[in-house]
Nanobody
Framework: QVQLAESGGGLVQPGGSLRLSCTTS????????MGWFRRAPGKEREFVAK????????DYADSVKGRFTISRDNTKNAVYLQMNSLKPEDTAVYYC???????????????WGQGIQVTVSS
């Protein structure tokens, strides 16, 4: 079992930046692929980004590619999402997730944080 806790959300103007953090407790963080998802009002939860446990390879949704960067620090049991050039359509609850599968995919996440609100508005 792994527990996840997000922080760093809030209100930001269009074009601004935010950095989300997710800290974990429980089993060895380095054994998990980590990801970020989001759910906008009235929409389904969607994949945002992921980073593998072994070599730190990353994968992004097309909607955030070039604007968002996922990273991890195994010494701090933490994963981050740097969000730049934010748009109103990035407004959502953002969730940190962990995947203990052997092979990383966008669909193998089975541990979730509580979520944190990000609002992009002027």
């Amino acid at each position: 079992q792994v527990q996840l806790a997000e922080s760093g959300g809030g209100l930001v103007q269009p074009g601004g930046s935010l950095r989300l953090s997710c800290t974990t407790s429980g089993r060895a963080f380095r054994n998990y692929h980590m990801g970020w998802f989001r759910r906008a009002p009235g929409k389904e939860r969607e994949f945002v980004a992921k980073i593998t446990r072994a070599d730190g390879s990353t994968d992004y949704a097309d909607s955030v590619k070039g604007r968002f960067t996922i990273s991890r620090d195994n010494t701090k049991n933490a994963v981050y999402l740097q969000m730049n050039s934010l748009k109103p359509e990035d407004t959502a609850v953002y969730y940190c997730a962990a995947d203990g599968s052997l092979h990383s995919s966008r669909y193998g996440f089975d541990y979730w944080g509580q979520g944190i609100q990000v609002t992009v508005s002027s």
